[in-house]
Nanobody, 115 residues
């Protein structure tokens, strides 16, 4: 079992930056692929960025060049650095650990970008 706790959300003006953190419990963090997802009101949850256990990354087209996902296995933490934020980035951001067949989710953290 893996428990995830996100933090770092908040209210920011357009063009600003935020860094989200997700701390995982358990000793298998280094083996797990990790991802950040978001869900805006009335919309489906979507993948924002993912990082494999080996450090390979993948980004949604809408955030490429603005967001950076990284991980620190020693701290069992995955980060999402978000720069040049836009109002359309407003959503609840969720951390996910594991694969499509077996996965764990955090409780989410709200990110609100004002215009």
């Amino acid at each position: 079992q893996v428990q995830l706790v996100e933090s770092g959300g908040g209210l920011v003006q357009a063009g600003g930056s935020l860094r989200l953190s997700c701390v995982a419990s358990g000793s298998i963090f280094r083996l797990l692929p990790m991802g950040w997802y978001r869900q805006a009101p009335g919309k489906q949850r979507e993948l924002v960025a993912s990082i494999s256990s080996g450090g390979s990354t993948n980004y949604a087209d809408s955030v490429k060049g603005r967001f950076t996902i990284s991980r620190t296995n020693a701290r069992s933490t995955v980060y999402l650095q978000m720069n040049s934020l836009k109002p359309e980035d407003t959503a609840v951001y969720y951390c996910k650990a594991g694969s499509d067949s077996e996965n764990y989710w955090g409780q989410g953290t709200q990110v609100t970008v004002s215009s």
